[in-house]
């Protein structure tokens, strides 16, 4: 098992660009979350997933981003017209159930300019 | 709903002295209590967790947290701080029936040889 896994590690993009990243949980793990962390603060919830269905959205999560799980294995996450604000690191977990640790990859850095 | 105040942004110790970061919690449901440590760049590694079992919990690299529900608190501690243990941790809490944690503003651990 070789943990979660987030791609790409790094994205630099213009501003008004669209960019999309991938989440590969632990096999097996049927739960699986997105959060959102800036410098200087803890990581922030956006939405988690049980198998393929999106259970919960944060208000965090505006109109411009959007994530899916379409087959209950890997979650992408796709900012749309991206902004200066939306910098940040997007860590995604895994977990095997509701009251299971959820185990952090290593985040997907985006710096838009 | 639910919150995590970690209180002290940064704590300096010194090599081989008491190691200890507070964190406060609210939760309206018995809570789910979480420690992790963030290395520059990296995700986040759990240190330790209380899931309503025993109240002093231990977990890696010789750190432990005590649960005190009369103080609402879960500080973390360690007997001897290491160069290696610089870094930033953060509390998070979670609920049994709610598998989104919320995050502390996190405490940067500085080790002075």
Known sequence: DTGVSQNPRHKITKRGQNVTFRCDPISEHNRLYWYRQTLGQGPEFLTYFQNEAQLEKSRLLSDRFSAERPKGSFSTLEIQRTEQGDSAMYLCASSFSLQETQYFGPGTRLLVL | ?113
């Open chain 2, 1 to 113: 709903a639910q919150s995590v105040t970690q209180l002290g942004s940064h704590v300096s110790v010194s090599e081989g002295a008491l190691v200890l970061l507070r964190c406060n919690y609210s939760s309206s449901v018995p809570p789910y209590l979480f420690w992790y440590v963030q290395y520059p760049n990296q995700g986040l590694q759990l240190l330790l967790k209380y899931t309503s079992a025993a109240t002093l919990v231990k977990g890696i690299n010789g750190f432990e947290a005590e649960f005190k529900k009369s103080e609402t608190s879960f500080h973390l501690t360690k007997p001897s701080a290491h160069m290696s243990d610089a870094a930033e941790y953060f509390c998070a809490v979670s609920s049994s029936n709610a598998g989104k944690s919320t995050f502390g503003d996190g405490t940067t651990l500085t080790v002075k040889p």
